[in-house]
């Protein structure tokens, strides 16, 4: 069993859990390895929550909530420029409340939401933006 499916029992039964985030899609806010303090949600999440959600194929994913439609919802990792497909609500098992780092990032209320929000809008942005100015320094000075 992965830790991701262990997680996603336990949520079911209304067990909060601890696990450590996998990948890049939700820099900068949440880096791989982080531990993450994720609660019970079954299926309610608000724009802004970053929350763990089981996909159609079994697997689980943590990205930030961006739209809801009905008994729809998008979420999107915070490093990505595309959201990800919608899913039923019922697939939302957990919410993210904090971030343990050697001082928890709390993640709850709407501040935070709102703060989320702006970063996952923001950061891949600057991203993109940073990329594009390497390449035109590069050229730059292969041109010189």
Same mark, same amino acid.
Not at 74 to 78: A, F, H, R
Not at 101 to 105: A, F, N, W
């Given at each position: 069993m992965t830790e991701g499916e262990a997680a996603s029992t336990l949520l079911e039964a209304g067990i909060?859990?601890?696990?450590?985030?996998?990948?890049q899609s939700m820099k900068p806010l949440v880096r791989s390895g982080? #531990?993450?303090?994720?609660v019970p949600a079954r299926g309610e999440a608000k724009i802004g929550d970053i929350a763990l959600v089981r996909l159609e194929n079994g697997g689980v994913i943590i990205h930030r909530v961006v739209a809801i439609d009905g008994g729809r919802v998008?979420?999107?990792?915070?490093a990505y420029v595309t959201p990800d497909g919608a899913v039923d609500r019922s697939r939302i098992l957990g919410r993210v409340v904090a971030v343990e780092?050697? #001082?928890?990032?709390p993640l709850?209320?709407?501040w935070a939401r709102a703060f989320g929000?702006?970063?996952?809008?923001?950061y891949p942005k600057l991203v993109i933006a940073r990329g594009t100015f390497r390449a035109r320094?590069?050229?730059s000075s292969r041109n010189a």
């Open positions: 909060a859990v601890r696990l450590a985030a996998r990948g982080s #531990l993450l303090r994720v998008t979420t999107k990792g915070d780092r050697p #001082l928890p990032i709850e209320g709407t929000r702006l970063v996952g809008w923001l320094r590069s050229a």
